[in-house]
């Protein structure tokens, strides 16, 4: 059942059969549904995707607040502004959630933020992208969350405990976060001809990076068999990006707009749209570090680690003393 062959990458998934007794009632757990947790037996490779993909999706959640955080103070109005910052405060959060999850596999947040700021470590490439005007930060909620919220309903579902129940947690501030921005795209469909175009803008250039968040076609895809074995991923990339697909198609016909892709055409025979390929070049190109604004958005975290420094020195230090007023009280 396991041994399946990813195509172009020749990942291999072991069989039953060839794992060894330990390997075989680990996948039997997972085969039953039973979650595994920090302090049960697990196989180094599962350990490792797992912080490998939970540390990424914290950085991800981390390095996403930036490009909304630059129209915090250009937001229209003041409810939009105290939206935005909800929602943005929200991201952090989910970012603490994710790092937690991640150290219980055994990396330490040190570890994972040295690996973020050196810019060893990945986070989603659909945050090297410019917002350039308010209706960015609408197909952002829309698309970008609705994308995320795509991808995270399955991960509520993954094998690995505190990933599944960081997921749960996550998910229900998320809808409210594509709501916000598909109600700003409604307003300025609703609006002047010029607000209008600007949300059609938006859509042109968030649509396809909108798409890459579900990773590399499933061909492509160098973990997926074994995180699908592993119940962590529940569904392919290539399946959940269909379901965005054909869920975010209906919605961009009830604004009036047009998602950039002339392939786009309901199939009554596979009761889906037909969509164009995605431009994997540009796809890994950005995550290799060529995208408009990957260089921006490391210099600002950077930036902001540097600026905290005084803080964080100044919690040791108070650690520091408190502990010494301990031993000296003792
Ligand atoms: N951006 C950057 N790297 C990507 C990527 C993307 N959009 N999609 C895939 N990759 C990388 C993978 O990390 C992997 O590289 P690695 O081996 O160095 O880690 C490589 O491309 C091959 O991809 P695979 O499909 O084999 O990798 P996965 O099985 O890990 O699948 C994934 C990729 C679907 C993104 C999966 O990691 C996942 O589901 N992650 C959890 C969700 C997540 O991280 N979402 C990111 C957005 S968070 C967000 O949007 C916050 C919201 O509040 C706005």
């Known amino acids: 059942m396991y041994a399946q062959q990813v195509k172009s990458t020749g990942a291999r998934v072991k069989s039953l059969e060839e794992m060894d007794a330990q390997e075989r009632a680990f996948q039997e757990r997972i085969d039953a549904g039973i979650k595994i947790e920090p302090k049960d037996w697990m196989p180094e490779g599962y350990r490792k995707t797992l912080i490998r993909q ?120 998320e809808s409210f976060h594509q ?61 959940l990006r269909q379901k965005f697909v054909d869920q975010t198609v209906p919605q961009a016909d009830y604004l009036g707009l047009k998602p950039p892709d002339p392939d786009i055409k309901w199939n009554e025979a596979r009761g889906a749209y037909d969509f164009g390929e995605v431009d994997w070049e540009e796809f890994f190109r950005v995550v290799k570090g060529g995208g408009p604004c990957n260089k921006e958005r490391l210099a600002a975290r950077n930036k902001a680690w540097d600026d905290g420094a005084w803080f964080r020195d100044g919690l040791m230090a108070y650690a520091a003393t408190r502990d010494a007023r301990k031993v000296a009280a003792e």
């Open 179 to 239: 709501r916000q921005g598909y109600d700003i795209m409604m307003k300025l469909c609703d609006g002047t001809v010029e607000q209008k175009e600007m949300a059609q803008d938006a859509l042109n250039r968030w649509w396809w990076p909108s798409l890459m968040m579900f990773g590399p076609s499933d061909n492509d895809s160098v973990h997926s068999a074994q995180s699908m074995a592993w119940k962590i991923k529940q569904d392919s990339n290539d399946e």
């Open 54 to 173: 939970i540390s990424q999706h914290a950085h991800s959640e981390i390095v996403g607040q930036l490009p909304e955080g630059n129209w915090i103070t250009s937001a229209p109005t003041l409810d939009r502004k105290a939206i935005l910052i909800a929602k943005v405060q929200d991201e952090a959060g989910h970012g603490l959630y994710l790092y937690c999850a991640a150290e219980t596999l055994g990396v330490s947040r040190d570890q994972m933020t040295k690996d973020l700021l050196s810019g060893k470590a990945k986070y989603s490439s659909i945050f090297n992208y410019p917002t350039l005007t308010w209706a960015d930060i609408g197909a952002i909620g829309w698309l970008v969350d609705g994308a995320a919220i795509m991808n995270q309903v399955p991960l509520q579902r993954c094998s690995f405990g505190p990933y599944s129940r960081a997921m749960i947690r996550v998910c229900k501030e």
